[in-house]
C-alpha cells in the first residue's frame, strides 16, 4: 500500500510555542489530507479535511485559528497548533487519500506533549 | 451524520481460538464503504479489512473476515486462529464522501 510518513514523530514543547507536525505521501499524490486527533484510549477524531491548493475544511468546534493547516503540494499536508496549551497535548494523525482510491493511508502518528 | 457504535470496549481470547467484534452503523445513504483497521501499541493505523456497501458477499482476508448485513446495518469482525500479534484495538469505519467516521474502538488482547 501507499506510505504517508509524518515528522516529527515526538514534540515537546513549551506553552505559548507553536509547533508544526509535517505530513508527507511519499509514493503517490494525495489530492486530499486528513488531520486527527485521539486521546488515550479512545478513538480518532477528524479535526480537518484539507484539498491541495484550497483552505482547509474544518470540523465543528475545531479553532481554524489554533490548528493552522497546509496543504500546498499534492505530497505534503502540514499542521501548525499555534500558541500550544497543555490540554492540546495529543496524539495527532494523518492520512492521504488519492482520487483513485476508496482508501486512506495514515501516518505513524505525532505525539504532542505541551509543558 | 453517519455514526458508528461498537459495544464491546474489551475483549479477550484465547491463541488459536475465534473472536467475534460487533460494529452497527446508521446512515441515510446508499453507496459506502466499511472498514475495519487495527491499532497495535505502535498506533499506526493498520487496515484489516474493508467492505463496499454495494457487494452482497462478505470480504474475506487470510484469518480476517466480516459479517456484513446492510439492511441490519451491522458489520463484526471475525478473526480465526487467534494469534498474539492480533492484540490491538480495533476500529470500525464508515466512509460515505471522503470522510471516515470511527466508533469508539474495542480493545482485543489475545492471551498464550
Known amino acids: 500500500g501507499a506510505v504517508v510518513s509524518q515528522h516529527p514523530s515526538w514534540v515537546i514543547c513549551k506553552s505559548g510555542t507553536s509547533v508544526k507536525i509535517e505530513c508527507r505521501s511519499l509514493?503517490?499524490?494525495?489530492?486530499?489530507m486528513f488531520w486527527y486527533r485521539q486521546f488515550p484510549k479512545q478513538s480518532l477524531m477528524l479535526m480537518a479535511t484539507s484539498n491541495e491548493g484550497s483552505k482547509a475544511t474544518y470540523e465543528q468546534g475545531v479553532e481554524k485559528d489554533k490548528f493552522l493547516i497546509n496543504h500546498a503540494s499534492l505530497t505534503l499536508s502540514t499542521l501548525t497548533v499555534t500558541s500550544a496549551h497543555p490540554e492540546d497535548s495529543s496524539f495527532y494523525i494523518c492520512?492521504?487519500?488519492?482520487?483513485?482510491?476508496?482508501?486512506?493511508?495514515f501516518g505513524p502518528g505525532t505525539r504532542l506533549t505541551v509543558t | 451524520a453517519q455514526t458508528v457504535t461498537q459495544s464491546q470496549p474489551e475483549m479477550s481470547v484465547q491463541e488459536a481460538e475465534t473472536v467475534t467484534l460487533s460494529c452497527t452503523y446508521d446512515t441515510s445513504e446508499s453507496n459506502y464503504y466499511l472498514f475495519w483497521y487495527k491499532q497495535p501499541p505502535s498506533r499506526q493505523m493498520i487496515l484489516v479489512i474493508r467492505q463496499e456497501a454495494y457487494k452482497q458477499q462478505n470480504a474475506t482476508e487470510n484469518r480476517f473476515s466480516v459479517n456484513f448485513q446492510k439492511a441490519a446495518k451491522s458489520f463484526s469482525l471475525k478473526i480465526s486462529d487467534s494469534q498474539l500479534g492480533d492484540t490491538a484495538m480495533y476500529f470500525c469505519?464508515?466512509?460515505?464522501?471522503?470522510?471516515?467516521?470511527f466508533g469508539e474502538g474495542t480493545q482485543l488482547t489475545v492471551n498464550p
Open positions: 469505519a464508515f466512509r460515505g464522501g471522503s470522510r471516515l467516521t
Open positions: 509514493d503517490f499524490q494525495a489530492t486530499t
Open positions: 492520512s492521504a487519500g488519492g482520487g483513485f482510491s476508496y482508501e486512506q493511508y
